[in-house]
């Protein structure tokens, strides 16, 4: 028997806030995207900054969090598994788009009052979704 694993972490921020959105039924989603960034060198040794995008969506009471508490910029970790949409553009062309759909996600940083730059975490929601054990 073979086993298959289907499984994305990354970490980054936020390129925009999140679009929340519901679905005919009531179920909401939320769809962000995150950056991350990794620097390698070049041939004659100087760095070179790569940025990746990962898509992200949200469902449910996961959704409900990240559309309350993300906002652009905003450093978070998110966990889930990768799923690849299909669809024909409005010129009959086919188009795919691949996205995280979430399991976890975890803000990684408090919001910064803009009066004292002192950090305030009373914007972060408790419980499972935020973690100071991250793995790496």
């Known amino acids: 028997m073979c086993s298959m694993l289907n499984k994305v972490q990354f970490i980054g921020r936020l ?4 679009d929340v959105r519901f679905t ?13 960034d990794y620097v390698r060198k070049d041939k004659s ?4 900054k790569e940025t990746e995008w990962l898509s992200c ?3 449910g009471k996961l959704a409900e969090i990240c559309g309350n508490f993300l906002v652009k910029g905003r450093l978070v970790y998110v966990e889930g598994r990768l799923k690849t949409r299909a669809w024909e553009d ?12 979430l399991t976890d996600m975890r803000i ?15 914007d972060i929601p408790t419980g499972e979704f935020l973690d100071d054990d991250i793995p790496f």
């Open 90 to 101: 409005k010129d009959g062309v086919k188009r795919f788009k691949t996205e995280a759909i």
């Open 15 to 18: 390129g925009a806030d999140p």
């Open 45 to 48: 040794g100087s760095p070179i």
């Open 57 to 59: 969506v949200a469902w």
């Open 24 to 36: 005919p039924d009531g179920a909401q989603v939320t769809g962000f995207r995150v950056a991350s």
């Open 108 to 122: 990684l940083e408090a919001k910064k009052k803009a009066e004292d730059n002192q950090t305030d975490g009373s």
